[in-house]
Structures are given as structure tokens and as C-alpha cells.
């Protein structure tokens, strides 16, 4: 039979196990914040705009040169699409709305392809840097 001692001791144990289980937990669902610096990394990686919309935004990536629409020139803000009805053109969320369903769900071109396979985070942050390449 354990001691008063022995079970308080098990206890102090248990809980500070316990403690040290659910911080770890804990900071493996934060999520971290979108953001520019983030989203150029997908830009020029898994979302593979790089390609067709070019370095600087200005659709002049290597595949963009043969494409019939062209890509839309991101250095000059040419975001055509109000996805959310607020007549505004291009606001983070048009952008992040065509990222995540395609343009041509928004009357847009359909070279444009929806990119769920992207986290929420990834395409967030993929439209903060998409507008921080508009130089007008």
C-alpha cells in the first residue's frame, strides 16, 4: 500500500507530466500569421507563380511568354476581379478568393486554376505578397 508521501509524490509527477504534454500540445496548434515575406516563398515554390506571372509580377515568366490570355501583370496592379462583391478590384481577399477557387469562377480567365491544395496560411500570405509586387 503507497505511503501519503509515495502518492503525493505521484501526484506532483502526474501533473507536471501533464503540464509539459499539454504545452507541447498547445504550441503545435498555433498557427502562424500570414504574411509577404512567407507568401514570396510559395510564390516562387509550391504555388509555382513564379512561372507564368515572372519574378517581378509582370507575367513575364518563362511560361507566361506563350500563353493566350497572358498572365496579368501583378507589378502594375492589374487585379480585374471584385470576388466578393465590394466594388473594390483586388483587394486581399479577391485575390486570396481566385488563389482558392480559380478566376474563372469570378467571370476571370481559366488559366488561372484553384490552388486548394495550398493551406489557408499559404494562400493568405500568397496574396499579402501578391499585393505587396503592385508598384502603382
Do not use: W
Amino acid at each position: 500500500m503507497e505511503t501519503n508521501k509515495q502518492m503525493n509524490r505521484n501526484s506532483l509527477v502526474a501533473i507536471a507530466a501533464s503540464s509539459i504534454l499539454g504545452a507541447i500540445f498547445c504550441s503545435s496548434l498555433a498557427v502562424a500569421e500570414p504574411s509577404a515575406e512567407k507568401g514570396k516563398a510559395v510564390y516562387e515554390g509550391a504555388g509555382a507563380c513564379v512561372t507564368c506571372h515572372g519574378a517581378s509580377g509582370a507575367g513575364d515568366g518563362p511560361a507566361g511568354a506563350s500563353l493566350n490570355p497572358k498572365p496579368k501583370n501583378l507589378a502594375k496592379g492589374e487585379f480585374g476581379l471584385d470576388t466578393d462583391g465590394d466594388g473594390k478590384l483586388g483587394t486581399e481577399t479577391d485575390i486570396f478568393n481566385v488563389i482558392t477557387n480559380g478566376a474563372q469562377k469570378y467571370g476571370g480567365s481559366f488559366m488561372m486554376v484553384a490552388r486548394p491544395d495550398l493551406s489557408e496560411e499559404d494562400r493568405k500570405s500568397l496574396a499579402k505578397y501578391i499585393l505587396s509586387l503592385n508598384k502603382n
